[in-house]
């Protein structure tokens, strides 16, 4: 039997959907969707302006033990503006990253979910993104 599948969700947990919602969709620059009126109280989606993959955000009152196994990277021409432009959004630096030939940030977003903010990857794709002002 024959069938397709595709990544459509990165899901970050969160204690405050309304807060994340804000959070999020100002620094990636995306836009909420509506979801299921019945989970509207645990699921927020995010489109991002570029993508195809969604943010879900998810409502959890569990609490952080330890580092993520996956996270969100974000890539920029210039990083220290784009770390103060985070954390002006409520973002916390936690980590600064000189080794293995890179040099990034490890930002906390307002639920303590890791997240890095890297020099350009995929510099085609990123000169098509408006700058911030």
Request: aromatic letters at 10%; charged letters at 35%.
């Amino acid at each position: 039997m024959s069938h397709r599948s595709r990544l459509c969700h990165f899901v970050l947990d969160v204690t405050d959907l309304d807060r994340a919602i804000e959070f999020w969709s100002r620094a990636l620059d995306a836009t909420e969707e509506p979801v299921n009126p019945e989970s509207r109280h645990v699921y927020r989606r995010l489109r991002l302006p570029d993508a195809e993959i969604r943010i879900l955000l998810q409502a959890t009152t569990d609490k952080k033990v330890s580092k993520e196994r996956m996270h969100l990277d974000i890539e920029t021409d210039d990083v220290p503006a784009e770390v103060a432009r985070l954390e002006a959004l409520g973002a916390v630096r936690w980590d600064h990253q000189q080794e293995r030939g890179y040099d990034f940030w490890v930002l906390r977003d307002p639920f303590d979910n890791e997240f890095c903010v890297l020099q350009t990857e995929f510099p085609d794709q990123l000169a098509r993104r408006p700058s911030w002002d």
